[in-house]
């Protein structure tokens, strides 16, 4: 295999095959290339069957990316391969695998943050606990992943225990799992049956990781069981751009990798072959202020361009404005819409961007919004071809026994459920004892489309069937609004040629439709690739990672936006700036970054202080925009306290009852404190007991 586009350090991570590797790959540098083409050489160079190495990363889009890199590569399928993320693999162990752990069909129903949610909510209810449904669900998921939770009152934990148990319950019952389960009966599936272990032991020879930076204890946990025959473990990452702990991702992974894998090969790729030297000055100054990480200085693969622009404006108008004439500018040098991105830290900064883009007639993409595969109307289409698979599947019965409406109402389905209790079936099965025209007429239209499915030759008019044997387009053209009607039942023609595009093993329709299904379980609000439309992407930092754009303008970076007012420890600030390391880097060309002295935040002019990071690149790396007018003004200097005070600008402190906060300005002993959103920005005397010092400014 000619391996001669590769740099030296691409081609010895290629090439050394045996043992663990650990490629630390900065932002750029060509990880998936890489991850790749080590694949493509162990099967064509080193003939390993093509089902005996796993390859594991986040979203399937990236795992479809890498399956049609390989594709090219070898020249052949990648249907026997085992490239997923690690919930499809685990996913794909259970479906053959979990009736060993007794309770469990291989049809089980894999649930989303969406549907989790609404069991949380209706426990709750049923046992009128006034709290907030989501912020159980993420307790419940922090419980089974970490096995703590944080400090709560007696009573509360009560709730929890009782929501926790009753959930757990629920979803056994009704041959359910969410996703932290995925991992979790596979990690116990293995421990508790080490014939099964010791079979995927010996059949995965080698094992590749992708974004290794992200993975948490149970990935961690998964792949060493994995991989403790035969050690050949390859794990890629890169610790600057680790900005997921809140999700559970632990950057302590990358040492502890380190540490029990011994005589690890560490393999750098530094080279960048996205952005111009320019950008990549401002990024390595950024992350270097971070310690305790792998030392990389990234250099550009021979790319010079203009050096990035930074300027703090008198307020966010400006600010705005500058960006929309910016963006004019950039059409005229021949840059698309789609070459833009306007990036920020925080949601609900982005609103002022959206209107004055909707002013301009500029059209604008918000990518991160609410997935294709969770709008009403794709639930509704897929839980219909769930029940066509699978009579027992309760939970896509109850979203679509009434839809479009069929006068079938709570009262009846109580009943329903009480027959199912009893009788110890399927809600679908319980139809036949209580015997009502409604629900018989549903059950005869699931039995005749199921029929349809089995007599297909083109699996994707099962879509058309459904929606002209149920009437739910005809539901649909009854809306009030037309426009909102004409957008759902174009999504469902879309999800019609999502089912034709994707990739088939065999003939038979039942087993296509059930992978397919499968696959669509595990897809997330990362797997939705940008609209192919011309328009200025607007995202938060997070969502953009591993995206690239000609021209990328980082906004609002002022403290309490960025780094968030969340933050207060230094391990938080490192992760902030790891974010910021990772906007930088998204930009292939030009970079700008802005900041004002005031902003309209939450119905008021608020003053703001330009963000730390700012301060921590040489002036030396970037321009800073000055007109002619601006030359003219006396700079005003703010009249120095006649009293000393042991607070100043910048300052985090914590206070008894709004939390924590950043001043903003002092004037002796009082001082303006912006603290969350509830409550605001504070006129507050500094000596108050109630007030403390948390952080001081650098």
């Known amino acids: 295999m000619d391996l001669s586009s590769l740099n ?100 089980f129903t894999i649930l989303d943050d969406e549907d989790s949610n609404k069991i949380v909510k209706d426990i709750m209810k049923e046992r009128n606990i006034d709290e907030n449904p989501k912020k ?142 320019e950008i990549l000055e401002i990024a390595n100054a950024v992350i270097k202020q971070n310690p305790n990480q792998i030392e990389k200085n990234l250099t550009s693969n021979d790319k010079t361009g ?61 990518y991160g919004n609410i997935s294709f595969y969770s709008r009403a109307e794709i639930k509704d289409m897929i839980a219909y071809l769930k029940l066509i698979v699978n009579h027992d599947d309760d939970f896509a019965f109850l979203r679509i026994v009434n839809v479009p409406r069929r006068k079938i109402g709570p009262t009846t389905i109580s009943k329903l459920t009480d027959i199912k209790n009893i009788q110890e079936t399927s809600l679908f099965e319980a139809i036949d004892v209580l015997d009502n025209d409604n629900l018989n007429k549903f059950k005869k239209l699931i039995l005749e489309l199921s029929d349809e499915l089995n007599n297909l030759k083109n699996l994707p008019d099962i879509i058309d069937i459904i929606c002209e044997k149920t009437g739910y387009f005809d539901e649909l053209k009854r809306l009030n609004d037309e ?30 439709l059930e992978l397919l299904l499968y696959d669509l379980s595990l897809l997330n609000e990362n797997d939705d690739k940008l609209e192919e439309e011309d328009a200025v992407t607007l995202s938060t930092y997070h969502q953009v990672k591993g995206l690239e754009f000609g021209v990328v303008f980082l906004v609002a970076l002022e403290e309490s936006i960025f780094p968030s007012l969340n933050v207060v420890t230094d391990k938080d600030i490192e992760e902030e700036r790891r974010v910021f390391y990772v906007g930088i880097t998204r930009a292939k060309e030009r970079l700008f970054i802005t900041s004002a002295k005031t902003r309209f935040l939450f119905g008021k002019e608020t003053d703001m202080i330009e963000s730390r990071f700012i301060k921590e690149i040489d002036k030396g790396f970037y321009n ?75």
């Open 306 to 366: 203009k050096k990035p622009i930074y300027k703090c404006f008198e307020n966010s108008k400006v600010e705005k404005g500058f960006i929309i004439d910016e963006i004019k500018k950039l059409l005229l040098d021949g840059y698309k819409y789609s070459d833009i991105a306007i990036i920020y830290r925080a949601n609900y900064v982005s609103r002022g961007y959206e209107d004055l883009l909707l002013k301009y007639q500029i059209p604008y993409k918000i």
């Open 8 to 107: 030296d350090n691409q081609r010895l991570a290629v090439t050394t095959t045996e043992g663990p590797v650990m490629v630390m790959a900065g932002a750029g540098s060509g990880k998936t290339r890489v991850l790749t083409m080590r694949i493509a050489h162990l099967i064509k160079d080193h003939q390993v069957k093509k089902d005996n190495i796993l390859a594991v990363t986040f979203t399937n889009k990236a795992a479809n990316e890498m399956k049609e890199r390989i594709a090219k590569l070898i020249d052949d399928e990648t249907d026997r391969m085992w490239v997923s993320t690690f919930h499809s693999f685990c996913s794909r162990i259970l479906r053959g695998e979990i009736t060993r752990l007794g309770g469990y069909t291989r049809f």
């Open 483 to 512: 426009e909102v009607a004409i957008d759902k039942i174009n999504n469902v023609k879309e999800f019609k040629s999502y089912i034709a595009r994707y990739k088939y093993d065999g003939d038979d329709p039942l087993d296509s």
């Open 136 to 277: 159980f669900r993420d307790w419940i998921s922090r419980k089974k992943n970490y096995g703590n939770l944080p400090k709560l009152g007696p009573l509360t934990l009560e709730y929890f225990d009782y929501v926790y148990d009753e959930y757990e319950k629920h979803l056994k019952d009704n041959n359910l799992l969410d996703f932290d389960d995925l991992l979790l009966k596979t990690i116990e599936l293995f421990e508790n049956h080490p014939i099964v272990l010791d079979h995927y032991q010996d059949k995965f020879e080698y094992i590749l990781v992708d974004e290794f930076q992200d993975t948490n204890e149970v990935q961690y946990k998964l792949l060493k069981l994995l991989s403790a025959k035969n050690k050949n473990i390859f794990v890629v990452g890169d610790d600057f751009q680790s900005i997921y702990s809140f999700r559970g991702a632990k950057i302590e992974n990358i040492k502890k990798f380190l540490d029990e894998y011994k005589n690890t090969k560490l393999i750098l790729l530094e080279k960048n072959y996205r952005s111009t030297t």
């Open 624 to 698: 800073t925009l000055i007109k002619k007018s601006d030359k003219k003004k006396k700079v005003l200097k703010e009249p120095k306290s006649k009293s000393d005070s042991k607070f100043s600008a910048g300052d985090i402190i914590q206070h008894d009852k709004f939390g924590f906060g950043v001043v903003i300005k002092t004037d002796g002993e009082n001082a303006k404190v912006a603290f969350k959103q509830e409550f605001g920005i504070k006129d507050l005397n500094l000596n108050h007991p109630a007030i403390k010092v948390i952080k001081k400014k650098n």
